[in-house]
């Protein structure tokens, strides 16, 4: 019986001549393209329009930034409101703030909103102002924004953000909702982004009372 050993050395050498041959042409392998770049994030949050979003769960508190003052140039920055006109959050200066940014189509923002809705029943009295701020475009999200108001009945001031606002005030974490307590002169007393079912709520409550100044004694107390 013959050795397949010669048979096998004839078959690499013949593979051998073949890429000798080859490179000798001037032929080269092409190099396969590079991947192309990611496009470049324009004002994109983490929460999807299929509406689930980011949503804590009760036994998480949604991450939070406490320190700091809202710019000077976001206070007297000018916002156009929902209905009519503009308005500045200078406007409301020596009056706490809850400041919501948020949009229509965020499944965690309108789990929240209700919720901040019936803190403005229970805080207005008191001299705390509520304003809600969709990162939306209102020459093409106008309608929607003004159905989703008149739905959940909301009886705050509601405007538009900018993206240059809305980058600032989310200090680079491209997330929604995100909520602020701003005290009179302007002190962030609580940040919070994304939303905690049963948790914000109290979360909020507790930095409304710290940013109040503290009650009055009653006479002869």
């Known amino acids: ?123 207005e009295p008191r001299g705390v102002e509520f304003v809600g701020l969709t990162t939306e475009n209102p020459q093409t999200d106008g309608e929607r924004v003004r159905k989703f108001v008149r739905e959940y009945k909301l009886g705050y001031r509601v405007g538009w953000i900018d993206r240059q606002s809305a980058r600032t005030l989310m200090r680079g974490i491209n997330t929604i909702p995100q909520t602020f307590v701003i005290t009179g002169d302007g002190q962030i007393v609580k940040h919070l982004r994304g939303y905690s079912p049963n948790r914000t709520g109290d979360m909020l409550r507790d930095a409304i009372e710290r940013a109040l100044p503290p009650k009055k004694s009653g006479a002869g107390s």
């Open 1 to 123: 019986m013959k050795k397949p050993f010669p048979l096998l050395l004839l078959l690499l050498l013949a593979v051998a001549l073949s890429a000798h041959a080859a490179g000798q042409s001037g032929r080269r392998i092409a190099p396969q393209p590079a991947a192309p770049p990611p496009p470049a994030n324009e004002l994109r949050v983490t929460v999807t329009r299929n509406d689930e979003g980011v949503v804590y769960p009760d036994t998480t508190p949604p991450p939070e930034i406490v320190a700091g003052y809202v710019p000077e140039a976001i206070l007297s920055r000018e916002f156009e409101s929902l209905k009519d006109g503009r308005f500045r959050l200078s406007d409301f200066g020596g009056k706490v703030l809850v400041l919501n940014l948020w949009a229509s189509w965020c499944g965690p923002c309108r789990r929240e909103i209700p919720e901040i809705e019936e803190m403005r029943g229970e805080y």
